[in-house]
């Protein structure tokens, strides 16, 4: 059985309107098997919460760090813990 977790990363940057949220859902759909959002924060990073298999998450997390991604990512932080629940798909807020 594949261990589920929850990644939450804070993405710093140029990374509000550039459309970084909207590529980020559509990465996380394309991973597959993952459930969560990115949100804008007051302070310009983007919000990133993921729920799903490790290796999915870890996945996403590499591309958040990869700098394939719009605008420009100067740095991520995450940490690591165990799913919540309570996700419908993938969202941006």
Known sequence: MKEEVRLTAWVRGRVQGVGFRWFTRVTALRIGEL???????????????????????????EWLRAGDTPGRVDGVTEIWDTPRGGYDGFATR
Not at 47 to 55: F, I, L, R, T
């Open 35 to 61: 459930v969560g959002f990115a949100l804008n924060l007051d302070d310009g990073r983007v919000q990133v919460v993921a729920e799903g298999p490790k290796d999915r998450c870890e996945e996403l997390l």
